[in-house]
């Protein structure tokens, strides 16, 4: 795999690294109040998709069989949770649905690891009806228990079994970019270094293994798909029209939904890459129809945009489409992070995408 | 084992069941307006306890040996991740803490399976800072995969691997209580079973397997204990004290962690079972200091209180405290099922509490 593909590929499928600091259990202490009170018109959880499948062993009847029945029986796989909150002063904006990425949950985007508003509540104070989708086969989400059991049971060989991936602190350092090598921080690190470690409680096991035979062809095929592309594109669809925001692992996603035909996506915002540069005609013109915002942070230590980005936006710009690429040093702010909705100044790069979406989206004329 | 522990511990295990309706997607149209605006003090999450430890394979190396380099690092796991709101018209109000049970994650507490408000939401507006626990091990707290990845790539016996526990609509249909037999619901059911597979869409892996070799012992014995035992209680300490809500598989935690000395617990619900019928004069003497209240639904086969609530609540009210036993039906309330904070009277038996909190542990002299 070429160099670039292969940075990228890396840098969309990682999280996670820093000095390895003592567990302080001060998170609940480091909460700081909210400026005012958030009046919300409503609030609440649902799923999206989901389908009816046999799992032909469940566990409970090994664990006795004295008091349990059958190994098998009826079970959802592929649901999609979804929190949501609606403020009262919502106006006309736009839905936003943020999707997060690899082995990490919707805690992304809540309260940060130091305590302060995370991009959820902040979006909803500024007005956007925002949800918060969980990867379908990821936390709330659940996900597909066939071949665990089996494996354990002596019924399959074990190599049949899906890999639990696991991102640690030591795997990611030099993608995440916390700094130029392990437990050492860039001076001008976004990220509260000091609280890494509620970073890492966010960090849980990834099962897209079971979904997907060959995860790295889905950081290089636009075509190739995970149920996630379509629980968000539904959503979209759902809500009448919806802003996708992937990260990372998901950045790619809204695309994909969208070269799928998937209709009610109004915008896509790519956080950390999800660029696709090797696009037919009929692809770059599904994609002309869709304002795209590409947001990456400091710190890469090749050129940005990636070569990939530079392909897939020349295309799609020449086509007639509405493609964006924003590196954050070019407005000023530096030091940011791979994880920079959690950054220190993550409300300030919440407000490079606002703006974004009230030009691109919202006042977009047809 | 006895036939009423036997009872007892299938109900404390279990979940969900019922007629196998086809998946309607129509959670998102189905969800209720609010009555009026929400008002928030605060709204965040945060994480409680956690440890490091070395996770020996963590599936990339084996994913992509060119990509990755080595197989282990350090990981975090037993954190457990808290979700909570605070109203504006707080008050001085008792924080209140609800923990799950099986196979099912903090969602239990949210909007309904037919789109109607939670305890959570409901509780907020009645004026109680309220906070959503997800288990050790469940959902966004994550869980501990080593042995899989190591069972996987033959290096441990495929029998040293954990079960994962998944429940299924048949698995637990007399249990849940939904009806007399699979596919036929009691006529005076509470539970919205025309939206049964939105309940379905919330049960997830439950990998409690990592945690305790002997699942059903923590159901008769009130010394075992799980990573969230601690946890919960560590919450209750750092808000400066808290009610305690666990409901099936978690029903007896609070109890547990009263048994270990954790300070901080205001006052313990234990929703379907939870008792210990076995306490020594010292077990009895510890929770004869802290309020209790059980609370169970309807339909069960079995006279209640079961023989094991019976005798806690005599020898704990004997020594002086204050354990209180509900049957809904005791108050009227008919048909309700396992799962009574999704029933149609889930605001109904959401007040038999709340009034419980105030009677019992806030009007409380000491």
Known sequence: MADHVKIATVAALVLIATSWTPVSAQSLADLKPAPEPLVLQQQGSFFVGGRKMTNPRTGWSELSPDLFGSPQGDVMVDQMYV?????????????????????LSAKTWETT?????????YFTRKGYPTYLAEQSGRARSGFNTVGFNEVRDGLKPPSTQPLVLMATAQFAWPIFRFGPKFGEAWPDQQFPMDKVDELYKQVIPDLILTQTPDLL????????????????AQLAEDLGGAVLVGHSQSSGFPTKAVLKGRPGIRGIIQLETGCYGNLDAEQVAALAKVPILVVVGDHFSTPQPPPECVKEMEAVNKA????????LPDLGMKGNSHMFMQDRNNLQVADVLIKWIEEHVERRKN
Chains 1, 2 share one sequence.
Do not use: L
């Open 83 to 103: 929190q949501f909150q609606k403020p009262a002063n919502a106006g006309n904006h736009v839905p936003v649905v943020f999707v997060h990425g690899c082995c």
């Open 113 to 121: 690891p130091d305590g302060r508003m995370g991009w959820y509540e």
């Open 217 to 232: 062809a889905q950081f290089s095929d636009p075509r190739t798909s995970v149920p996630t592309v379509d629980t968000m």
């Open 320 to 327: 007639g489409g509405d493609m964006t690429f924003i590196a």
